[in-house]
T-cell receptor
Framework: AQKITQTQPGMFVQEKEAVTLDCTYDTSDPSYGLFWYKQPSSGEMIFLIYQGSYDQQNATEGRYSLNFQKARKSANLVISASQLGDSAMYFCAMSDTGGFKTIFGAGTRLFVKA | GAVVSQHPSRVICKSGTSVKIECRSLDFQATTMFWYRQFPKQSLMLMATSNEGSKATYEQGVEKDKFLINHASLTLSTLTVTSAHPEDSSFYIC????????????FGPGTRLTVT
């Protein structure tokens, strides 16, 4: 069975500093996709970044990068130069083969301090 | 980018009544739509997978007679909460799968249901 684990219920970071949000996963599928979503207090899910299981390079999208360590089954999100607007819940997620049935981790609430 | 809308964004209903939530893909066709439920301060839990023109596939523990899903077209899926009870109060989010782009889902803004 697939499983996503986020062990950090809450994280604090100083504005303009970098922060790493942890995510580990478990699956027996050789082909899968890993995602990070941001959920502000408004509730909408905002797609941040995607990493395919066969991608050789770590995904990057602007200030977001995904530290993909396949052997360790980890997919940590790195946010560089944190901004106050980055304060939100962050969910790590995984889709199975074919891209169906995404499962989500418990989430990490990030607080950016001025 | 692909846009998914949900209507209504908030709804309050009385216990015992039914509520319909719409999920629309505005600028693309979605062969598959997903319905999630999120309790306060918790993660998203997949309720069901909805394919256009066929019956929805429900996750274990989700009552299909209580949560009716209809995917009548490639741009519209509806979730009807029948005979709602206070414990059905939750945040319901839909997402749509953009055909031809595996692994990508586009989420609607969510619907907050409160049953009194």
């Amino acid at each position: 069975a697939q499983k996503i684990t986020q062990t950090q219920p809450g994280m604090f970071v100083q504005e303009k500093e970098a922060v790493t949000l942890d995510c580990t996963y478990d699956t027996s599928d050789p082909s899968y996709g890993l995602f990070w979503y941001k959920q502000p207090s408004s509730g909408e899910m905002i797609f941040l970044i995607y990493q395919g299981s066969y991608d050789q390079q770590n995904a990057t999208e602007g200030r977001y990068s995904l530290n993909f360590q396949k052997a360790r089954k980890s997919a940590n999100l790195v946010i560089s130069a944190s901004q106050l607007g980055d304060s939100a819940m962050y969910f790590c997620a995984m889709s199975d083969t074919g891209g169906f049935k995404t499962i989500f981790g418990a989430g990490t609430r990030l607080f950016v301090k001025a | 980018g692909a846009v998914v809308s949900q209507h209504p964004s908030r709804v309050i209903c009385k216990s015992g009544t039914s509520v319909k939530i719409e999920c629309r893909s505005l600028d693309f066709q979605a062969t598959t739509m997903f319905w999630y439920r999120q309790f306060p301060k918790q993660s998203l839990m997949l309720m069901a997978t909805s394919n256009e023109g066929s019956k929805a596939t429900y996750e274990q523990g989700v009552e299909k007679d209580k949560f009716l899903i209809n995917h009548a077209s490639l741009t519209l899926s509806t979730l009807t909460v029948t005979s709602a009870h206070p414990e059905d109060s939750s945040f319901y989010i839909c997402s749509a799968d953009l055909a031809g782009t595996p692994y990508e889902q586009y989420f609607g803004p969510g619907t907050r249901l409160t049953v009194t």
